[in-house]
């Protein structure tokens, strides 16, 4: 009979948790100052490969711990607990220009976790792993519920946490990728917030075009929130990514409707017509195409697109006139959008105005335009369709991995903090009664 | 409008119990709002208070520690379990809490002060799961189908409800989810994600082998249950979560053994082929094989142990027998049915049977005990103290005094549980203090024993040791 050691033991906790929850990952019984490679695989529902690997030695007791040991190479480097999740990135010979997004919130994201012999950087399929775990990584806490919203000509998907309520609630934009984007939604409710995610950058949501994209149709989702029997009607914040940034600014002034009690506004900019409409930022953005620019990949950088920053009020959103808390996110490295810009521009607006105490900028060095829920690969750049003439391009978003990564680890812990203090703990009423 | 406001503030004057009157009132509101189209009126909405749980989805013996958040301080809360079980029964669990100062309750740290259980007992909502009223009698709470979880409904209610009397009660009069504050939902799995389930039909080797995800190979369990029959793979799923190889074994009972369901039709050479087929499995370490039994399954792991030339590193117990009553065959010829000669058998005033005589080592002829004398390995024997099914205690002592007279204490561990049953399974799961035995010819309810809170906790302790003891002596 032969003699066949027990094999290194892999721990991974927890084995099924939500994706922006951190995980221990430590692998014991090993040699003494042995080299491995901790190796992360995603299959992806498009199919695509997606891995990150670091490379790490055991220490005199054969074990090798990530939350305190340092990797020395690979995807990733350093101390980084969570590395072999955000440092993912399509394995060599995918298609060009991915983009890892779950469209199917109901299924986790299966990751499987190995350890290696050596300080491997390739050829991972060949090799026989050591061990290997798997972990599921959720949008949806068990109980959340999701419904198709189709009512009063919204298309949508709203998000409700398990319980009878009633809870606060978001509206959840996204940007000029267009679609109906789920998973930020669906991960909100699991942390107790009423969540509608929006379709608006489509022709279906659009009459045909997405420059008629009116302000009644945002009127018109928040009101299905307010009106909602399990949704605090008083306590609904708007959460807007990009383009859905200058919906919820110039909304949140303007609109007699929508009375948020709080904004998220991240990489987006205040330039756009005064009390226009999206379709007036887009009649913006195409007259000054031409200062589009291209990275040595002939990736597009459409920052400038909104620059200068216009010193014209009738111009921008007059955030002197907000009359709530509003988080500013922006990435310092964004090639998208002139995040920062604005930023500083519209701080500069508010302190004029007297309201900038209600103002929050979180900056990021390093990170990027697509600052997501954490843990998701970073991506410097990837293929985007313009909706609309539906031209197909290889877009640059910015953002170095690391920093871009931990930016969203920590602007998603912010996000979250901000949303509980003004939409659970606060007791002020911001609006005005109508009584 | 002015007067409507100041009419609802009166009323919640009065009522003393301030934000939960409003959040009624508020979704009234709400819901005339809706009704009536968008009238402009200010609705002073507070967010309805947080029930947390963490993790929402665990493995079944991972404790979950459950939170509630944004309550009225110092004020009387229940937290209600409930779920179906796979046959559609409803089991449910009741605690009463008080909040603390800042409207927080902390089901980990805080004590029940009524209800299903009093005291701190983090799990004790999924333990102190019983039938609901109006449901079967005789249930047991045991999970067919590891590859889904069970999906546990909690909830927060105003107030301390009283538990439901188990008997005689109108099921309809139960005002439920009218006073629900909050909820959350929970998923408790077998199954680790990775762990492979694999059905064995080889060999005439019946039973379900479980994988750990990866290469391996692995030290490995082979598993066995008692005379209950059939193929039962919970605690092998388990196994497997926790980076062991574990096969569950049919051996009684079951439709894919040759001969009749109410015989044991199988005898050494069985149960060797299925040593055999675990040890040369590629992805386990053949030298690194342990058994564990309950109930009947002890004395088959202590005949493995000692009798087929196999060479297992270690051997667990659970509430069982040193001996058959009725004479396992070694010729794989038919052994008498169980139910044959029930001279043994006992009642009490209900009528419910009791197997505990039939175990008795004075019961059982000698030929018929495994040769404990024999065993090269360590023996870790659990017992409940109040095991009305199997004379656990007694099988113990032989069983230490017959290792003691070969000179091999030193192999022998016991961990004895006051208040225990027979059925100490994994931990967090509900005992039956009886169930349903059979119902033909006619109804039979046998009697397990345990009470529910003492026996919860020799299970969590139980379980604690087994893995640490297969952690040592397979892994170490």
């Known amino acids: ?435 | 409008m002015l007067r409507a406001r100041m009419c609802v503030s009166a009323l919640c004057h009065r009522s003393g119990t301030f934000v939960l009157r409003w959040v009624n009132i508020c979704r009234k509101i709400a819901c005339v709002q809706s009704a009536v189209g968008p009238v402009r009126w200010k609705t002073y909405c507070s967010p309805a208070p947080f029930l947390t749980a963490t993790p929402t989805r665990a493995l079944i013996d991972e404790p979950i520690t459950l939170e509630g958040h944004h309550l009225p301080p110092h004020s009387p809360i229940t937290v209600r379990a409930y779920m179906h079980n796979e046959d559609g029964d409803l089991w449910e669990a009741l605690s009463h809490y008080n909040t603390d100062e800042m409207g927080v309750v902390n089901m980990t740290t805080d004590e029940s002060v009524g209800g299903s259980y009093v005291g701190c007992e983090p799990m004790g909502l999924f333990w102190a799961l019983q039938p609901a009223p109006g449901e079967r009698e005789g249930l047991r709470l045991r999970k067919k189908n590891v590859e889904t979880p069970y999906s546990v409904q909690l909830s927060l209610l105003e107030g301390h409800i009283p538990v439901p009397p188990s008997e005689g009660s109108n099921k309809e009069q139960w005002q439920r989810g009218e006073q629900e504050l909050a909820a959350v939902t929970v998923e408790r799995w077998y199954m680790a994600p990775g762990v492979r389930r694999i059905e064995i039909r080889q060999n005439g080797v019946v039973g379900t082998l479980f994988l750990p995800p990866g290469p391996g190979p692995f030290p490995a369990m082979v598993d066995l249950w008692g005379m209950g029959g059939g193929l039962i793979e919970y605690r092998s799923a388990l196994f497997a979560s926790r980076g062991f190889a574990s096969l569950s074994l049919a051996y009684f009972g079951h439709k894919d053994i040759p001969g009749p369901l109410n015989t044991i039709n199988v005898g050494d050479a069985y149960f060797k082929a299925a040593f055999q087929f675990l040890q040369d499995h590629p992805q386990v370490c053949g030298d690194r094989l342990g058994i564990i039994g309950l109930s009947f399954g002890v004395y088959l792991a202590l005949r493995i142990a000692t009798q087929i030339g196999v060479n297992p590193r270690c051997v667990i117990g659970v509430n069982g027998p040193i001996g058959s009553f009725n004479k396992l065959s070694d010729s794989d010829g038919q052994t008498e049915s169980f139910e044959g000669d029930q001279k043994h058998w006992s009642y009490d005033e209900q009528g419910y049977v009791s197997f505990r005589e039939v175990s008795m080592p004075n019961n059982i002829p000698p030929e018929n005990k495994a040769k404990v004398e024999n065993l090269c390995c360590p023996l870790l024997y659990i017992v409940g103290e109040d095991d009305l099914s199997c004379a656990a205690i007694e099988n113990a002592d032989e069983i230490e005094k017959k290792l003691k007279d070969a000179g091999r204490s030193h192999l022998f561990t016991r961990l004895s549980y006051l208040g225990a049953g027979h059925l100490i399974e994994p931990p967090y799961t509900p005992n039956a203090r009886s169930s349903m035995w059979t119902t033909r010819p006619k109804k039979l309810i046998t009697l397990w024993g345990g009470h529910l809170a003492p026996h919860a906790a020799a299970q969590e302790d139980a379980w604690k040791r087994t893995l640490e003891f297969m952690e040592r002596h397979l892994r170490g």
Request: proline share 6%.
């Open chain 1, 1 to 435: 009979m032969s003699e066949k050691a027990a094999s290194p033991l892999l721990l991974l906790h927890p084995t099924r948790g939500l994706i922006d929850e951190k995980f221990s990952v430590m692998v014991q019984n090993l040699p003494q100052i042995q080299d491995i490679t901790l190796h992360a695989l995603i299959h992806s529902d498009d199919g695509d490969y997606w891995e990150a690997f670091g490379h790490y030695v055991s220490d005199a007791t054969g074990l090798v711990n990530v939350a305190n040991d340092s990797s020395l190479g690979g995807t990733y480097d350093g101390v980084e607990p969570m590395g072999l999740l955000w440092s993912m990135r399509p394995v060599p010979g995918s298609r060009i220009g991915l983009r890892l997004r779950k469209k199917e919130v109901h299924t986790p994201m299966v990751v499987h976790i190995s350890v290696y012999r050596g300080h491997m950087s390739q050829g991972f399929r060949e090799q026989a792993a050591l061990a290997s775990v798997v972990t599921e990584r959720w949008y949806m806490a068990p109980g959340v519920r999701r419904v198709d919203i189709t009512e009063g000509g919204v298309t949508g998907t709203l998000f409700l946490p398990p319980g009878p309520g009633p809870f606060p609630a978001l509206l959840d934009l996204w940007g000029g990728g267009g679609g109906l984007v789920e998973y930020r939604s669906a991960l909100l409710a699991s942390h107790g917030f009423v969540s509608l995610a929006l379709e608006y950058m489509t022709p279906r949501t659009s009459g045909g075009s997405t420059s008629h994209v009116g302000n009644k149709y945002f009127e018109a989702a928040f009101t299905i929130l307010k009106q909602h029997p399990q949704v605090c009607g008083d306590r609904i914040a708007i959460l807007g990514l990009s383009f859905g940034t200058s919906v919820a600014l110039g909304m949140a002034v303007y609109s007699t409707v929508i009375q948020p009690r709080c904004l998220v506004c991240v990489s987006g900019s205040h330039v756009q017509q005064v009390k226009g409409s999206l379709s007036d930022v887009f009649s913006e953005i195409n007259k000054n195409v031409r200062n589009t620019r291209y990275d040595e990949e002939n990736r597009v950088i459409w920052r400038d697109l909104l620059l200068p920053i216009p010193t014209d009020p009738t111009k921008k959103v007059d955030v002197g006139q907000m009359k709530c808390p509003v988080l500013m996110i922006v990435g310092e490295d964004d090639q998208n959008w002139p995040a920062t810009e604005s930023a500083e521009d519209m701080k500069q607006m508010m302190e004029r105005a007297g309201n900038s105490h209600l103002l929050t900028t979180l900056s990021y060095p390093g990170a990027g335009h697509l600052i997501e829920p954490p843990y998701s690969p970073h991506i410097r750049a990837s293929n985007f369709m313009v909706a609309g003439t539906r031209q197909k391009l290889v877009v640059l978003w910015g953002g170095e991995t690391a920093p871009h990564s931990h930016a969203q680890e920590d602007s998603w812990k912010k996000t979250l903090a901000f949303l509980e203090e003004h939409l659970y703990r606060s007791t002020e009423v911001t609006s005005p009664s109508n009584l």
